[in-house]
Structures are given as structure tokens and as C-alpha cells.
């Protein structure tokens, strides 16, 4: 059973516009998330986390927005660039540190020059 | 300062065959873990260690059994090989708790199981 669902496999965006990927989770013990990407051939890399005592939480061009009602996030790239093409997934845990993290099936990102 | 590093990169094992692969560490991490990826799964928990000497089952251990003798390192084991065993494996460390749960992965491991 997914507890961290993404649904819209793939996205295609035109370089300068703005991506946007979504996830949802089910376990309404999740109170940390993160996003991670991936490049071909290599391992995921953190980009970005929230807390659950946050609605929203910005690095750059990357913005995480968490819907606690909803059980519902998004991560928001703007503006997107060609080297944001990657697999992006979403991952959640129970608590602050708590060491196990849950984590959707992924999004493809294709960011078209 | 080589964070996470996973030896072999690839491998091939016919059905049956044993092998152990190698992460390491020099972070000083007291969290790691072995994850498996396969098409439209995402990455599921195999086993993780809390600390030297500790393992735990994670989320998909049949199969797999782990050991970590060192800090630095974490062995993931197949003692005998079946095809559905074949998958990318990835070895990831983290601080312990009150750390912002980010984990840092390895490259990956290739293993095709014939």
C-alpha cells in the first residue's frame, strides 16, 4: 500500500516556465518531507524538505508547499532550466529525525530549451 | 571526501549464485541504509542500521540479509539469487535523530539476476 503517492509520471515544460509536481499521502502520521532528485546513472540528491508546522518553505527556484488538510504537497521549480531535467520523488517520514523515510514511485522532468 | 561509495557499479548473477555488496561511508554517519529501485516503484527499504553492530528490517528484507561490523560500512548480502532480485540497488547514510532526515546515496548498484 503507497503511502506517498505521485501520479503524473512524466511533465514537459518549455525552459523559463514553471514546473510543478505534485504528491499526496495517505499516513496522516507524516510530519516531514523532503524532495529528492535523480540524474540518470546516479543516486538521488536532497533538494528540499518541509516541516509540517510550515505551509511553505523556499530555497532559489525551488518552493515546497504543504497542504496539511489535503495531505497534499507540491514542489514548484521557477524558472525551470534544462538542467532540471531529472526524476523527481517525494518522500515523507514520521517525525523530525526519524530515520525511515517513505517514498513515491517519481516524476519524470523533461525541461525542453 | 568521497561521501557514499557502492562496489561493485554492476554485476550479473545466474539464479542461485550468492554476492555481497559494499557501501561505505565517511561522513560519520550513524544511519544507514539499503534501498532497491525498479521500474515505477520507487525506491522501497530493504534493511537499515541505527548504528554499529544494529540492523533492522526495513519495508522488502525477504531475501536480503545485512551486517554492519563497521561504522563506515554496510554489507547487503543475497545468499541465493532469484530473478526478481534484479534491480538497482542503492546504499544511503544519515545523522542520527534531530538531524533534518536528509540521507546522502551512492551511486548505485546494477545487479541482473539471470
Known amino acids: 500500500d503507497q503511502q506517498v503517492k505521485q501520479n503524473s509520471p512524466s511533465l514537459s515544460v518549455q525552459e523559463g516556465r514553471i514546473s510543478i509536481l505534485n504528491c499526496d499521502y495517505t499516513?496522516?502520521?507524516?510530519?516531514?518531507f523532503l524532495w529528492y532528485k535523480k540524474y540518470p546513472a546516479e543516486g538521488p540528491t536532497f533538494l528540499i524538505s518541509i516541516s509540517s508546522i510550515k505551509d511553505k518553505n523556499e530555497d532559489g527556484r525551488f518552493t515546497v508547499f504543504l497542504n496539511k488538510s489535503a495531505k497534499h504537497l507540491s514542489l514548484h521549480i521557477v524558472p525551470s532550466q534544462p538542467g532540471d531535467s531529472a526524476v523527481y520523488f517525494c518522500a515523507a517520514s514520521r517525525g523530525y529525525g526519524n530515520n525511515r523515510l517513505a517514498f513515491g514511485k517519481g516524476n519524470q522532468v523533461v525541461v525542453i530549451p | 571526501n568521497a561521501g557514499v561509495t557502492q562496489t561493485p557499479k554492476f554485476r550479473v548473477l545466474k539464479t542461485g549464485q550468492s554476492m555481497t555488496l559494499l557501501c561505505a561511508q565517511d561522513?560519520?554517519?550513524?544511519?544507514m541504509y539499503w534501498y532497491r529501485q525498479d521500474p515505477g516503484m520507487g525506491l522501497r527499504l530493504i534493511h537499515y542500521?541505527?548504528?554499529?553492530?544494529?540492523?533492522a528490517k526495513g519495508e522488502v528484507p525477504d531475501g536480503y540479509n545485512v551486517s554492519r561490523l563497521k561504522k563506515q560500512n554496510f554489507l547487503l548480502g543475497l545468499e541465493s539469487a532469484a530473478p526478481s532480485q534484479t534491480s538497482v540497488y542503492f546504499c544511503?547514510?544519515?545523522?542520527?535523530?534531530?538531524?533534518?532526515?536528509?540521507?546522502?546515496f551512492g551511486p548505485g548498484t546494477r545487479l541482473t539476476v539471470l
Open positions: 561522513m560519520n554517519h550513524e544511519y
Open positions: 542500521s541505527v548504528g554499529e553492530g544494529t540492523t
Open positions: 544511503a547514510s544519515s545523522f542520527r535523530q534531530g538531524s533534518n532526515n536528509e540521507q546522502f
Open positions: 499516513n496522516s502520521m507524516f510530519d516531514y
